[in-house]
Nanobody, 122 residues
Framework: QVQLVESGGGLVQAGDSLRLSCAAS????????MGWFRQAPGKEREFVAT????????NYVESVKGGFTIARNNAKNTVYLQMNSLKPEDTALYYC???????????????WGQGTQVTVSS
């Protein structure tokens, strides 16, 4: 049974920081890229960031560049999303995902977590 479990979400004020974690279990994700996506109520799921297996390649949606950082610890099977200077428009359910292709397209990811809610108040 493959599991991706996100944690670290919460209610914060604008300008605050949060660090999301995603723990993987049930299979090896060796060679897999990991991604973070988010979905706000009434909106499409949106790509946020992705990181390659080695961690050497990262990509971000333009709106979070300079504020969010994706990282991974393969020894712990965990990927992180450090979110600084949060804004109300960052409010969404945040999902982590695993896929062999580290793209910004959610169909390219095979495994998904259940999501963790991030709410940023103004």
């Amino acid at each position: 049974q493959v599991q991706l479990v996100e944690s670290g979400g919460g209610l914060v004020q604008a300008g605050d920081s949060l660090r999301l974690s995603c723990a993987a279990s049930g299979r090896t994700f060796r060679g897999y890229s990991m991604g973070w996506f988010r979905q706000a109520p009434g909106k499409e799921r949106e790509f946020v960031a992705t990181i390659s297996w080695t961690g050497g390649t990262t990509n971000y949606v333009e709106s979070v560049k300079g504020g969010f950082t994706i990282a991974r610890n393969n020894a712990k099977n965990t990927v992180y999303l450090q979110m600084n200077s949060l804004k109300p428009e960052d409010t969404a359910l945040y999902y982590c995902a695993a896929g062999l292709r580290g793209t910004n397209r959610y169909p390219d990811y095979n495994y998904w977590g259940q999501g963790t809610q991030v709410t940023v108040s103004s």
